[in-house]
């Protein structure tokens, strides 16, 4: 396999300002096989410690934090000389030694010129809850699950990733209708490595299936495990609700969907403990499009799973599916569309999403994003029918001049023109760039193309 994240971490072994770095995300999201992949590529040689494994490691690091007898400590258990810029220090698991976390201040004030590299699946959670975190002494790197043209290259795909890439629509135009036949098997597998690889190996969608639902198993079990005895009912109860969340019309988190009665403030310190351990995604509301988007976020927003095939599992989503044409787009008022173009933005994309609704609802825009200094509108169909009336509303509304459409239809540039009228007077002109679903990478660079071409 290849994790486009690989280029973040050889950026961090160039940069000469480079402090140990902390790699986020959920479980299984393939944090150690990057970091040791990265390693035996890019390094002479390494020093691997995993914490919840290796009693006497962790020990070591509790004594104190002579940055000295930890290196000492750490050749004689390895047998390997640590030397600047040959070796690649990985401390994994860290969060079942939070000495070893606060140690990383150490290392950064004591040992710059080491390369150390830290993971750990409970990291966020770890940052909230007293745990000596080294705050501004880390450098980070957020791991998602696989994106689509991750799943596209492990699965002997990568032809396509390069039309993708190259932004080649006339050729994905011809290769389209096998195309979406990946993208609705990406619905199904998702991006959680062990899922992608038995996927890769055999086509077996039976043992996806399975390693889908262990998974979901595990992240249960760290309910109990990890949260407050207070919290694990609650946090039970909003992981369990997300797929009636996600599959109404209006997908605004709502917390008697939770509970009867429950009120937003009671879900607060549940839903960040979720955040944080990487398991949802919080998609803000902005009540007024202007940059930066962060500075005009009401309490509203969007909860998002971590990953579209595990929301199908939990769904119960039947493989048959896979094989009633495009159906699976639509499934669930379109959940899974929804919740595979925000995992792009993020994963791909590096993009940080939010959306807007009007007063009452009575209009919502999926996305919003921020690029090239302009907020950009996208607008999610799981269909070809690409009326968009709450889009045109709100480029009407606030005079947005660009709008991004990503749907079942292929790529075209057009011109939408709004009469005249009390709400709009002199009429408004703007330009919406149509992709389809499976191109959602491309976005970034095409969207930037248009700008650019609207400046000349």
């Known amino acids: 396999m290849k994790r486009w994240s690989m280029r973040q971490l050889e950026a961090w072994k160039e940069n000469p300002r480079r402090k140990p770095l902390l790699l986020l995300g959920a479980r299984q999201v393939g944090k150690t096989w990057l970091m040791q992949e990265f390693g035996r590529i890019h390094y002479k040689n390494v020093v691997y410690v995993r914490f919840d494994k290796d009693e006497s490691m962790r020990q070591t690091f509790e004594q104190d934090y002579d940055v ?10 390895s047998k390997v000389r640590i030397e600047p810029g040959e070796t690649l220090v990985i401390l994994d698991e860290i969060q079942e030694c939070p000495s070893a976390l606060t140690a990383l201040k150490y290392f950064c004030e004591e040992a710059r010129d080491l390369h150390i590299i830290a993971a750990g699946s409970l990291l966020g959670v770890a940052e909230h809850t007293g745990t000596g975190f080294p705050v501004g002494k880390v450098d980070r790197v957020y791991l998602y699950p696989m994106s689509f043209t991750e799943f596209l290259d492990a699965t002997g795909n990568a032809v ?11 050729m994905m135009k011809l290769f389209h209708t096998k195309l979406v036949e990946l993208l609705r098997t990406y619905y199904y597998v998702g991006g959680m490595p062990e899922a992608v690889a038995a ?13 889908q639902l262990a998974l979901l198993e595990d992240y249960r079990n760290d309910f109990r495990k990890h949260a407050s005895k207070e919290e694990t009912h609650l946090i039970s109860q909003i992981w369990k609700s997300l797929p009636s969340q996600l599959s109404r019309e209006d997908k605004r988190f709502i917390a008697s969907a939770v509970e009867p009665g429950c009120r937003a ?6 839903i ?11 998609i803000p509301r902005v009540f007024r499009p202007e940059i930066p988007l962060q500075a005009y976020t009401d309490a509203a927003f969007k909860m998002f799973f971590l990953d579209v095939g ?11 599916v896979l094989l009633e044409g495009n159906n699976i787009f639509m499934q669930y008022k ?17 993009m940080s999403p939010y959306y807007w609704s009007a007063e009452k609802a009575q209009a919502e825009v999926d996305f919003l994003i921020s690029h090239a200094r302009r907020v950009i509108p996208i ?28 749907s079942m239809s292929g790529y075209e540039v057009s011109e939408v023109r709004i009469s005249d009228g009390p709400s709009c007077p002199g009429g408004h002109v703007y330009s919406i760039l149509d992709i389809p679903l499976y191109s959602i990478s491309s976005a970034p660079v095409a969207l930037a193309e248009m700008i650019s071409k609207e400046r000349d």
């Open 160 to 170: 396509y990733v390069e039309l993708i890439w190259r932004r080649d629509w006339q």
């Open 310 to 320: 595990l929301l199908a599992a939990k769904c119960e989503m039947d493989a048959d």
């Open 265 to 270: 403030a009671k879900l607060r310190g549940p």
């Open 68 to 77: 000295p007898r930890l290196l000492d400590a750490l050749h004689v258990r």
């Open 334 to 350: 379109g959940a899974l569309t929804e919740q595979y173009v925000q995992q792009q933005l993020c994963a791909e994309c590096g």
């Open 272 to 282: 960040r403990w979720l955040e944080d351990a990487g398991l949802i995604q919080l």
């Open 199 to 211: 996927y890769a190996e055999n086509r077996d969608v039976v043992m996806v299936r399975q390693i």
């Open 379 to 406: 607008e999610v169909k799981a269909e070809r029918n690409l009326q968009a009336k709450s889009l045109r509303s709100f480029c009407k509304r606030y005079s947005c001049k660009l709008a991004l459409r990503v």
